[in-house]
């Protein structure tokens, strides 16, 4: 039998069923939420959130001939169980049919717009797609809110941006830094800001434009610079693994903990009024300086692993990008709670984790499945 990283049967026979028939009854003063991009590392964090807030959580699910909900295992209930708070449903960004259906189906108080294809440097590559997903998407969400609150129903609505968007500009970066983005994801992002904020004054939509730069925790995806890095150091340290490529370790980036940046969004829509706010720690740290406190932990000297490979540098790439958050803080309060040294260091921890549970797999005799982060 094939064995998960996790330690978890590989067979399906532990993971979350779909509820597509699941409808907007509710507990009376209980608010409801809806979630695009639910299953990604935002969506699970925020859904945690919500639900520890007493929320009724919806999210949408894309469908796919594997599982792809492992994030959110630790907060899934059987649909069948009496005061369940989280319903998941079939649809896509790219259907906007679907998302007006779901739109009615579970009448939601307040809408999350995390739904993207969001690697970067992916997106060179399937720039057609990311466009379609990232910035016609939204405005298919948008035409379906538009329709839904004809008839006098009332909803706000958190539309998710990134530094990204802010590209060649030089830092610190804030609400008023001109857009200068680099990459076709950060294009079809500064397009659906620009939907948001039309659709906010041509509607009277209480809908806020959250600015987050990186955020990061043992949920990210392996394919995304930090993880790929606690990923491979961990590995390398237990003798699973000889080398990590990486593409530019000049890169500076202002890294922050998700599980901090999900309150952001969420606060942001308890304003009385929607506005467009910068999330970010303020602190901006290099590639190369996230090896350095990655590898100590570690114990590894990162130099005799690291290897570039071409094919991870960018067409057009993105120098530097520190964030001011100061709106933020001085609206409704927000700081950051995990630090970055912190911050890496739970990623680290997470990873040898699973590294220890790889090699001990390994050595019985199983064939190891690597799957996504549990904690």
């Not at 800001?193 to 043992?218: I, K, M, T």
């Amino acid at each position: 039998m094939a064995v998960a990283a996790d330690g978890r049967a590989s067979d399906g026979s532990d993971k979350i069923r779909m509820n597509p028939s699941a409808t907007h009854t509710q507990e009376a003063g209980q608010r409801r939420a809806l979630i695009t991009g639910i299953t990604g590392q935002d969506g699970s964090f925020l859904a945690e959130f919500l639900i520890h807030r007493g929320y009724q959580v919806h999210g949408i699910v894309r469908r796919a001939s594997t599982f792809n909900t492992e994030r959110l295992d630790g907060i899934y209930a059987d649909p069948h169980n009496q005061g369940v708070k989280l319903s998941l449903h079939y649809g896509d960004i790219t259907d906007g049919a679907g998302l007006r259906r779901i739109l009615e189906q579970t009448a939601p108080d307040e809408i999350y717009n995390l739904a993207a294809q969001s690697h970067v440097r992916v997106s060179f590559d399937q720039a057609e797609y990311t466009a379609d997903a990232v910035a016609t998407g939204t405005l298919r969400l948008l035409e379906a809110v538009r329709d839904y609150i004809s008839s006098g129903r009332k909803l706000r609505m958190y539309q998710a941006g990134s530094s990204e968007m802010f590209g060649a500009a030089p830092p610190p970066q804030n609400e008023n830094t001109p857009f200068y983005p680099r990459s076709p994801y950060a294009v079809s992002k500064v397009a659906a800001h620009w939907y948001a904020v039309n659709y906010r004054e041509a509607y009277g939509l209480h809908l806020s434009n959250g600015l987050l730069f990186n955020h990061e925790s043992p949920r990210r995806g392996e394919t995304f610079v930090t993880r790929k890095i606690t990923r491979a150091l961990t590995r390398i340290k237990l003798g699973l693994q000889e080398n990590l490529y990486l593409g530019n370790l000049e890169a500076r980036r202002d890294w922050g903990f998700a599980g901090d940046y999900v309150e952001a969004m969420w606060l942001m829509l308890q304003q009385p009024e929607p506005d467009d706010y910068v999330i970010a720690t303020g602190e901006s740290h290099s590639v190369r300086e996230f090896l350095d406190v990655a590898a100590s932990h570690c114990g590894l000297d990162w130099r005799k692993h690291v290897k570039t490979d071409p094919r991870y540098f960018r067409p057009t790439e993105v120098d530097v990008l520190c964030g001011d958050a100061s709106k933020a803080r001085k609206r409704f309060g927000w700081t950051p709670k995990v630090s970055f040294s912190d911050l890496v260091k739970m990623m680290v921890e997470n990873d040898l984790e699973l590294a220890e549970q790889e090699r001990t797999l390994t050595r019985a005799g199983h064939v190891v499945q690597r799957g996504a982060s549990q904690r």
